[in-house]
């Protein structure tokens, strides 16, 4: 995202105009409580339920008064903001003890995009913003107060520095960058600015310019060298310097003992070399450091949680996600962790409670949607009992199959026409380093299998089906690797394609490898390697490597259908949805030439192209289509095949996203 000067500008207009101080001692509001409910009402009578704003990712109450110069400014300044980042998924209250008459004045000469509430309930003394205004109280997920501020006092650096820290704790690095920039505009050696430039870079994949960065800072003095050794530790793991990065976290660790982040680093090179005890010891230490920015020490946390959930102890995993979300709100790795470790015991209600919040945190994250819909699918099973019984007989019918081992071909009368392309999914093994996801192979495969089937140009054997004849057979991870096995379960499953692979974390992303197997003789047709970037590009990367998978499965096997009957412009195909044709598939009318003998040679010419048929319409074994570019008039029993122009990157008419 492009983010406008604007943007800057007029956030340096609205902290200079509300002159914010961090509140300090504020009765019960501290960091990571839960703020005071309410009610209240606009000049309308429309009321504002703040428990409403439970799953909101952050929300500002903005406490002001009508007849103040600086608040009114402020404020507007927000309303700037707000109407430019409709898509921030950030939520402002106006709360004034100004009278409805100044209000209904206030509102008709601002017309703001926020509301402005009237304080007939004591609000004002709730959050302690009767005698000092603008007071602005920012509140995080699950209705947790993050920050609460006051006028006069400190310098708008600071404010400034801590929103772009906020930035990057919501994998927004490019406002992060954008504000941080500000603040060298007028303080060129504001070391802890640069430093969130560093990692705004780091998140954007920017490694070259954060490591130059982070030098610049190293060569300095006192803490500023702290920080720019501690940078370029982070910035040589991604680059895959693992011993460089080592040697560096050691001597931060030995000159700044109190840094968490050098003991991340330490951890998660021990776990690459397979040494999980002093992993974790490492994180613990790390949980233990004070210094640095707090989410660093979240970081140690969830590290620490994802060896205590490989050991099989989840309440001491969910123990220390929920410390690492209590220091870092926006941390939805750690939420969704917990969810995980809810689904490995079955507890499929708190899992989809943890992924509910973790919504609230990300709405965007591509895991995070289908792990909920997954745990409501379950507790929908868990109370149907139809349900559970047609599962059973499908898995028995499978195991049958696969235990007989004879599988009859299937007659074919008409070899042109395309039979279902049915895919069985296996698992996807997953080594190398510790990511901060939990459990980054099976969410891939899940998230795959959703899309390809969501496409409707493959039927995706069910993983629930899957899963469960593997568990009556009681096939381990041993007996999955060979190949013979996996052909008998795909067979089994009538499935004519497998997918398997693998996935290396590394600290510059994961690496992941897909084959595309037949089930006729467990032969690889095809192979895809895919470097995944900076976490930040998580969805454009699962949408790069969807689209490749699809688009090699659809090479290899492209829809080949007759022509039914033509009526005027339409033509009827011996072809539906059930074979996989979708509202947009393009067909080309193919016409069949003889082969050509030369000199002993003999040769078979590309089919000639009469005519393209644009489908509009698709039932469940035939489609209709618009006849366009024809050559010559069609007739019954004319052969299409699918037109795979349709798949290029650029074309706008493409069906895979």
């Known amino acids: 995202m492009k983010v406008n000067p604007i943007f800057v500008g007029l956030l340096m207009v609205a902290v200079i105009a509300v002159g914010l101080l961090p509140g300090i001692g504020h009765g019960a509001l501290q960091s990571g409580s839960q703020v005071p409910v309410f009610t209240l009402k606009d000049v309308n009578g429309k009321a504002y339920p703040l428990s409403g704003m439970k799953n909101r990712a952050m929300t500002i109450l903005y406490f002001f008064d009508t007849d103040s110069r600086p608040s009114i400014e402020g404020l507007l300044s927000l309303d700037q903001l707000a109407k430019q980042y409709r898509d921030a998924d950030l939520t402002v209250w106006a709360i004034t003890r100004s009278s409805k008459q100044k209000v209904a004045a206030f509102n008709t000469s601002t017309q703001t995009v926020f509301p402005v509430l009237l304080d007939t309930a004591g609000v004002s003394d709730m959050y302690d913003a009767q005698r000092v205004l603008p007071t602005v109280c920012i509140i995080g997920p699950e209705l947790k107060m993050l920050d609460l501020f006051q006028g006069g006092g400190k310098t708008t650096q600071v404010m400034l520095v801590r929103l772009a820290e906020r930035n990057l704790q919501r994998k927004k690095p490019e406002v992060a960058r954008a504000i941080t920039e500000t603040v060298e505009k007028s303080d060129p050696g504001n070391a802890q600015a640069r430093t969130v430039k560093g990692y705004a870079a780091i998140q954007e994949g920017k490694l070259d310019e954060a490591e130059q960065i982070f030098y610049t800072l190293s060569k300095e003095q006192g803490n500023n060298a702290v920080l720019g050794k501690e940078g370029l530790a982070q910035v040589y793991q991604k680059k895959g310097q693992t011993e460089k990065s080592y040697q560096l976290a050691k001597e931060v660790a030995d000159q700044a003992g109190d840094r968490p982040l050098a003991y991340v680093i330490k951890g998660d090179q021990l776990y690459q070399q397979n040494d999980k005890k002093s992993a974790a010891s490492a994180y613990r230490e790390g949980t233990q450091k004070q210094g640095g920015a707090p989410f660093q020490r979240a970081v140690a946390y969830n590290q620490l949680g994802r060896l205590y959930a490989q050991r099989g102890d989840f309440a001491k995993s969910r123990e220390l996600y929920d410390q690492a979300v209590s220091i870092d709100p926006y941390y939805i790795e750690a939420t969704s962790n917990k969810g995980l470790s809810y689904e490995q015991e079955g507890r499929w209600d708190k899992a989809l409670e943890a992924y509910r919040q973790a919504e609230a945190i990300d709405k965007n994250d591509p895991f995070v949607r289908p792990l909920a819909e997954n745990a409501m699918r379950m507790l929908m099973i868990k109370k149907d009992e139809m349900k559970q019984q047609e599962l ?237 570019d024809q050559r010559r008039p069609l007739k019954p029993d004319d052969k299409l095949r699918e037109n795979l122009n349709a798949l290029e990157p650029n074309n706008q008419g493409s069906r895979i996203w």
């Open 392 to 628: 059973a007989a499908a898995i028995k019918k499978i195991v049958e199959r696969y235990r007989q081992n004879q599988f009859d071909p299937m007659p074919v009368d008409d070899p042109w026409t395309s039979r279902p392309t049915r895919v069985a999914f296996f698992d996807i093994s997953e080594s190398g380093g510790l990511s901060q996801r939990a459990g980054f192979a099976g969410l891939l495969k899940d998230y795959l299998a959703r899309q390809m089937g969501a496409s409707g140009r493959v039927l995706v054997v069910d993983s629930l089906i899957v899963d469960g004849v593997i568990e009556a057979l009681k096939l381990d991870r041993t007996s999955l690797a060979e190949d013979d096995v996996r052909l008998r379960l795909s067979r089994a499953m009538l499935a004519s394609l497998m997918i398997k692979g693998s996935v290396y974390q590394l600290p510059s992303g994961p690496l992941c490898n897909l084959k595309i197997l037949t089930s006729e003789d467990a032969r690889s047709i095809e192979m895809i390697d895919y470097q995944f970037t900076a976490g930040i590009h998580l969805r454009k990367d699962l949408n790069q490597i969807n689209r490749q998978l699809l688009t090699r499965i659809m090479e290899k096997f492209p829809l080949q259908a007759f022509v039914v009957e033509v009526t005027g412009n339409q033509v009827l195909l011996n072809l539906g949805s059930l074979q996989g044709v979708v509202e947009g598939t393009i067909f080309d009318v193919v016409e069949e030439k003889p082969p050509i003998t030369y000199k002993g040679k003999q040769f078979i010419p590309e089919p000639g192209i009469v005519a393209k048929v644009n489908v509009v319409r698709s039932d469940d074994d035939f489609s209709y289509g618009h006849i366009k």
